[in-house]
T-cell receptor
Framework: KQEVTQIPAALSVPEGENLVLNCSFTDSAIYNLQWFRQDPGKGLTSLLLIQSSQREQTSGRLNASLDKSSGRSTLYIAASQPGDSATYLCAVRPRQAGTALIFGKGTTLSVSS | ETGVTQTPRHLVMGMTNKKSLKCEQHLGHNAMYWYKQSAKKPLELMFVYSLEERVENNSVPSRFSPECPNSSHLFLHLHTLQPEDSALYLC?????????????FGSGTQLSVL
């Protein structure tokens, strides 16, 4: 059974720091991996989607990498800002039948000014 | 706004009540989803509808009853819920159900069962 783990569960950094959020998954048979952002009391916003054949995706100050063989992904945030404070969720789309995304519990990021 | 609207935003209900959650998407998508987000647990897929037909039901108790009258609307009918059903219920939509499709989420309904 696919499991997704995110470490750390919470992270506090001062504004301007570069930071890395980690995601690991137990079964490398995936179609893709997606990073989402969730603000308190809000839904999820898709940040980056990496197909299984890709190694990384970039959007602005965000860079996500995927190492499928080791079951790991990282989300790199450059020059963090207070507006980046949110919970970041990682999810994989397994190759087994069905449409479910399997989510991690998330990392809650707090960026102080 | 992501184009997916959920109402109500907050709901408090007793265990004997019957209520419904509503989701509407304005994106022209063909697939809609219900997810449950409990405190300290990962998001769990509950139901998937594609072209108004239920294509997935992840062992959800019968006290949760989904309805998809058309491709733009999705309901979750609730009856005789338990306190452990208190959670954030998220609706999502996508163009189709192919593996590469991005999901677009609503803001959720925060449900409290007393």
């Amino acid at each position: 059974k696919q499991e997704v783990t995110q470490i750390p569960a919470a992270l506090s950094v001062p504004e301007g720091e570069n930071l890395v959020l980690n995601c690991s998954f137990t079964d490398s048979a995936i179609y893709n991996l997606q990073w989402f952002r969730q603000d308190p009391g809000k839904g999820l916003t898709s940040l980056l989607l990496i197909q299984s054949s890709q190694r990384e995706q970039t959007s602005g100050r965000l860079n996500a990498s995927l190492d499928k063989s080791s079951g790991r992904s990282t989300l790199y945030i450059a020059a963090s800002q207070p507006g980046d404070s949110a919970t970041y969720l990682c999810a994989v789309r397994p190759r087994q039948a069905g449409t479910a995304l399997i989510f991690g519990k998330g990392t809650t990021l707090s960026v102080s000014s | 706004e992501t184009g997916v609207t959920q109402t109500p935003r907050h709901l408090v209900m007793g265990m004997t009540n019957k209520k419904s959650l509503k989701c509407e998407q304005h994106l022209g998508h063909n697939a809609m989803y219900w997810y449950k987000q409990s405190a300290k647990k990962p998001l769990e897929l509950m139901f998937v509808y594609s072209l108004e037909e239920r294509v997935e039901n992840n062992s959800v108790p019968s006290r949760f009853s989904p309805e998809c009258p058309n491709s733009s609307h999705l309901f979750l009918h609730l009856h005789t819920l338990q306190p452990e059903d208190s959670a954030l219920y998220l609706c999502a939509s996508s163009h189709g159900t192919a593996p590469g499709e991005k999901l677009f989420f609503g803001s959720g309904t925060q449900l409290s069962v007393l």
